[in-house]
């Protein structure tokens, strides 16, 4: 975080404290000086005292009190949402810039791959700043609130400790136990949520193959079961949270109600009264700020899980950047598995075991109708499906050690609303290279007609030929060892398609090469794969 940053934080996070202890101040003497006023005015009713009484005094206490507590809870609301926010910022700064200082395709990952770990990192970046707003200052009023008034309590009414103290030790038992279940309850419906919604996108994504294989009813109510197992999961830390509330609803009461009665047992009577009943008055306002304990506590659970999440995130970044630099090193000269089990999306079986040998210069066509499972077997090939280990020479490759290694050029190309030079995701490259790929794949014309290379573009200025031939762009200019073309003459005629594949396959003569199409082109020194369902 910068100095700026970090001193605009410091600023607003001790106004926001401030202002904290003044609205909690002021809400204590406004119960208490008004229960003063009344029971004051009640004595003196009783008496001569009555018409010499001055009850302008603590009246005007009362309304400055009043005043002073809702400006005080408005100041606290605005510096410290103020305070998270400027959190909030400097963390999506450093973020963001790690992002924009990784490596070309690795930025293309995280624009296109990786949306939904984005998002999620985003969220808990979020319940990370707030919790300090949510549990923290609350927390910290509240526990210096709690140690003012039991040592009230000490001076006028010794006794009026033991039920507080066992009311306190019944609210430390409920919380430990909210603790305890919230977490696992909200670790459940995180991974529960997760799951659920990315099966259900890959469900919707997929209707009509999945309605062909009379799946989709399966998929779509087990993606949902998961949502709804997820909603559960919070209805019961919710419950839980309601009997803490309940609890610590009746905590003022009994407080107030104890100071009074152990007063009373002590003897007081009359005006003796008045400093008890102050006292007692104070502890039903404080009280009000107990009834919030079960939200301090699941911003701190929420803040713990976010925590751990972003920690295991940024070490896994970091292992797999690691991991990249280690690989990129030496890429493969041969990729083999004897019986690799095809599999979906989902994980269930597809056909039979394939035996696979996927070496340079000699490119494998994966050759089958629609439903035949090609596309999966690229992803599984590319690291993306399963957890298959391939033999590269006197190495195994795992699959996220081929996912560093490998460029899958998925046939449903998308073009963002961008300029042309950063939709093909290669910014560090010359201008001359990134035209040398656009004519390459026969674009060259368009991307004039279009302005040129920082013409700003979207999807619906293109055909689904031309979007195709974008694509293939981009696997033109990319440098992994391994070239995982998915449908790559979807969308064209078949000469132009026969010609941008046969530059393509050129230009990756040194590369290990699989292709997916619905028939087989005519290419020498090609290793034909028929596929079936």
């Not at 770990?117 to 509240?142: C, H, K, N, Q, S």
């Not at 459940?188 to 890959?202: D, F, I, M, Q």
């Not at 920690?311 to 690691?322: D, F, K, V």
Request: glycine share 8%.
């Amino acid at each position: 975080m910068s100095a700026a940053y970090q001193s605009s934080s410091r600023k607003s996070w001790r106004l926001a404290t401030g202002f904290a202890f003044a609205a909690l101040a002021c809400a204590i003497l406004l119960g208490g000086v008004s229960a003063w006023l009344l029971g004051s005015v009640a004595i003196a009713g009783l008496s001569a005292a009555a018409f010499t009484f001055n009850f302008h005094i603590p009246a005007a206490l009362i309304r400055m009190f009043a005043v002073g507590r809702t400006a005080a809870r408005y100041g606290e609301r605005l510096t410290g949402h103020k305070a998270a926010l400027t959190d909030q910022v400097a963390r999506r700064v450093e973020l963001f810039a790690a992002m924009a200082a990784a490596p070309a395709v690795r930025r293309a990952g995280w624009q296109l791959g990786d949306d939904a770990r984005l998002a999620d990192y985003l969220d808990d970046v979020e319940d990370l700043d707030y919790a300090r707003l949510r549990a923290g200052l609350p927390a910290l009023t509240l526990g210096c609130g709690l140690a003012a008034l039991i040592a009230g309590s000490a001076v006028l009414a010794p006794l009026s400790l033991l039920p507080i103290t066992l009311f306190l030790l019944a609210i430390l038992f409920a919380g430990n136990r909210v603790a305890k279940a919230g977490a696992m309850a909200w670790g459940e419906t995180r991974s529960l949520r997760r799951g659920g919604a990315v099966r259900l996108g890959a469900a919707m994504a997929s209707v009509i193959p999945l309605k062909a294989e009379a799946a989709w009813s399966r998929e779509g109510t087990e993606a949902l079961t998961a949502l709804s197992r997820a909603d559960g999961a919070l209805l019961a830390l919710r419950r839980l949270q309601a009997m803490l509330d309940m609890i610590g609803a009746a905590f003022g009461p009994v407080a107030g109600i104890s100071v009074m009665a152990a007063a009373w047992h002590a003897g007081r009577q009359g005006a003796d009264l008045l400093a008890p009943m102050l006292l007692a008055f104070s502890w039903l306002a404080l009280g009000e700020a107990m009834n919030g304990a079960s939200r301090m506590l699941v911003a701190v659970l929420r803040r713990n899980a976010a925590r751990n999440e972003i920690e295991q995130w940024t070490q896994t970044a970091a292992a797999a950047g690691r991991r990249d630099s280690a690989t990129a090193e030496a890429p493969p000269r041969l990729l083999r598995h004897g019986a690799l089990q095809r599999r979906a999306p989902d994980g269930r079986a597809i056909g039979m075991p394939i035996s696979l040998l996927l070496a340079p210069g000699q490119p494998t066509l994966l050759v089958g109708a629609s439903g035949s499972g090609k596309t999966s077997l690229l992803k599984q090939i590319a690291g993306w499906i399963g957890d298959d280990a391939f033999a590269a020479g006197d190495c195994i490759l795992s699959a996220s050690e081929r996912r560093s290694q490998a460029a899958l050029v998925l046939h449903d190309a998308v073009v963002l609303e961008d300029t042309v030079r950063a939709n093909l995701f290669a910014g560090d490259v010359p201008d001359a290279a990134l035209w040398r790929a656009v004519e390459a794949v026969e674009m060259d014309g368009r991307i004039h007609e279009a302005g040129g290379l920082d013409a700003w573009i979207k999807q619906d200025r293109f055909s689904l030929g031309e979007v195709q031939r974008i694509n293939l762009a981009r696997a033109w200019l990319s440098t992994k060892p391994l070239m995982l073309l998915d449908e790559p003459t979807e969308h064209l005629d078949d000469t132009q398609g026969a010609r941008i594949l046969e530059r393509l396959l050129a230009r990756f003569s040194d590369r290990i090469v699989v292709v997916s199409t619905h028939r087989a082109p005519p290419l020498r020194d090609v290793s034909v794969i028929a596929l079936r369902p």
